[in-house]
C-alpha cells in the first residue's frame, strides 16, 4: 500500500502549483480562485480513502497527470509537462546526441506532424520528409498522444526498430520501418562551392553550439577572396531562441532589429545586432517545409534587412517562442509565452516565410544559390536587388 507521507508529499506539491498559478495569475491580471481547484483534493482524497485496489495508486503519476491535464487543456501543440526522464531526452537532444531515428515533431491540426528529419539521419534515409504525418506508431493510433509520448515511443536503444505509418503530402500512405541509431546531429558544416568562390554552410539545428560552430566555420574560409555565401536552413528544425540572434548578427549589420516578441509577462521587446564581422556578400538562404522556428527567426532576420535572399520552399511556420521552467524534481514544464514576429512586422506562426526565388520540383536549390551569386559578383549588401 502506498504510504501516507508519499501521498502528503504529492499534495504538497500540488498546492505549491497551484498557489504558483495563482500568483501568475495575478501577475498576468487573472487572479484565479483557490476554491476552483478545491474539486481536485477531493477527488484525490476519495481515490485514497475509497478506491477498492490501494495498491494501484500511485502519487507520483496522479501529480503528473494532474499536471498534464493542466497543460493539455490549453490546446497548445508546443506547451507539455516533461516528465524528468523526458526532460533529460530533450536537453540531450539539444547537446546534439541521442538514440533515435532524428526527426522533429509537431502537433498540428490535431496530427502528430515531421517538423523536419535531420540530415543524414535514419528517417531521412528511409524517406520521411518534412511536413509528413505520422498516423500509427508500431501499429498503434496516435489519437490524443502528447508530443513527450510520441518522442518517448520513437525513439529507443540503438538497433531496434520502430514502424511509423506515415501519410505523404500527397496523400499516399507508406509503412516505413527504420532502425534506431545513435544520432549525433553536428550542427554546422561547411565547404566551398563555385570553383572555390562560394561559402557554403548548412545549419542542421540551433543547438548550445551553433554559434561557436558556425564562427570556427567562417574563420575556415578566405572570405576577402568570396564571390558570395549560402546559408542552407532546409530542415532545420529550430533551436535556441539565443543561438538564432547570436548566429544572425553574424549576418545583420549593426543597429538592426533581429526579431520582435510579444508575451503577456515582458510585453514587447527587440532584439538588436550588435553588428557583423564578415563582408556583406551576396547572400543566399535556402529554405523549405522543414525549416522552422529559430531558423525562420535567422531567415526572416537576413531576409527583411536585405541582407540576402530566400530560395526554396514556404518555410513551416511555427512562430511561438516556449519557455522551459525546471521543476524541484527534475521535471519540467515547456511552456508557450510569447510569440515573435520578423524585424518588418510579419508572423511568421501558420503562415511561414515565402521564398524570393521559388523552386520547382527537381530543381536544385543549390544550384539556383550558385546561379543568382555569379549574377552579383561584386555587390555588397544590401542593395536593392533583382531578385528574380
Known sequence: ???????????????????????????GDQATDSAVFSPLFEVYQHIQDYFYNPEQINDQEA??????????????PYSEFLSPEDYQDWEQSLRGEFSGIGIEITIKDDTLT??????????????????DRILEIDGESIEDIT??????????????????????????????????????????????????????????????DATINLDTALVEFNLENLDGMILDLRNNPGGLLKEAISVSKRFVDQDMVIVSTIGRIAGKEQFWSTGNLIPN???????????????????AAIRDHEMGILIGERSFGKGLIQRVFQLPDGSALKLTTGEYFTPL?????????????????????????????????????????NKS
Open 114 to 131: 515531421i517538423i523536419a528529419p535531420l540530415a543524414g539521419t535514419p528517417a531521412e534515409q528511409a524517406g520521411v520528409r518534412a511536413g
Open 147 to 208: 508530443l513527450s509520448t510520441a518522442a518517448r515511443k520513437i525513439r529507443g536503444e540503438e538497433g531496434t526498430s520502430v514502424s511509423l505509418l506515415i501519410q505523404h503530402k500527397d496523400g499516399t500512405q507508406e509503412e516505413i520501418e527504420i532502425v534506431r541509431e545513435i544520432i549525433v546531429v553536428k550542427s554546422v558544416t561547411s565547404e566551398l562551392m563555385g570553383e572555390g568562390r562560394i561559402a557554403y554552410i548548412r545549419i542542421s539545428r540551433f543547438g548550445t
Open 345 to 385: 512586422g510579419q508572423a511568421v506562426n501558420e503562415v511561414g516565410l515565402s521564398p524570393d526565388i521559388s523552386i520547382e520540383e527537381g530543381e536544385d536549390p543549390i544550384e539556383a544559390a550558385i546561379t543568382w551569386i555569379n549574377a552579383h559578383v561584386g555587390a555588397r549588401m544590401p542593395i536593392a536587388l
Open 1 to 27: 500500500m502506498i504510504k501516507r507521507p508519499i501521498m502528503k508529499k504529492a499534495l504538497t506539491v500540488l498546492g505549491s502549483i497551484i498557489i504558483l498559478g495563482i500568483a501568475l495569475g495575478v501577475n
Open 281 to 299: 556578400l551576396p547572400l543566399a538562404v535556402l529554405i523549405n517545409g522543414g525549416t522552422a522556428s529559430a531558423a525562420e527567426i535567422a531567415a
Open 63 to 76: 501529480l503528473y497527470g494532474a499536471i498534464k491535464g493542466m497543460v493539455e487543456q490549453l490546446d497548445d
